[in-house]
């Protein structure tokens, strides 16, 4: 069983940077789809992004798309989530979750695709 244990949130003025990393262990996650996703205050948890076991493939909510970026080192077992020009409404609990599966499915933006779930990093972007 992988545990994923995400780092990198924080405090931020809007049009700022952050980037997240999420680090597996337990399991090597070399193999795995891996994706991010946020709960804003008050909110259901949402997809962010995913990426596939390779790092070829990769996928983006309309609302971060263009200034997310999802990518892996998987030497590193670990995943990463570079933020730029971040926006208040970007303010939410972050989590890295792994799809136990080497491809993205058509349901990326659903839950429930997903295995393993990190216990999430608080991101708070103010204006």
């Known amino acids: 069983q992988a545990q994923l244990v995400e780092s990198g949130g924080g405090l931020v003025q809007a049009g700022g940077s952050l980037r997240l990393s999420c680090a597996a262990s337990?399991?090597?996650?070399?193999?795995?789809?891996m994706g991010w996703f946020r709960r804003a205050p008050g909110k259901h948890r949402e997809f962010v992004a995913a990426?596939?076991?390779?790092?070829?493939?990769?996928y983006y909510a309309d609302s971060v798309k263009g200034r997310f970026t999802i990518s892996r080192d998987n030497a590193k077992n670990t995943v990463y989530l570079q933020m730029n020009n971040l926006k208040p409404e970007d303010t939410a609990v972050y989590y890295c979750?792994?799809?136990?599966?080497?491809?993205?499915?058509?349901?990326?933006?659903?839950?429930?695709?997903?295995?393993?779930w990190g216990q999430g990093t608080q991101v708070t972007v103010s204006s």
């Open positions: 337990g399991r090597s996650i070399s193999s795995d789809a």
């Open positions: 990426i596939n076991w390779s790092g070829g493939n990769t």
């Open positions: 979750t792994s799809r136990a599966s080497p491809e993205v499915p058509t349901n990326y933006i659903r839950e429930y695709m997903y295995l393993y």
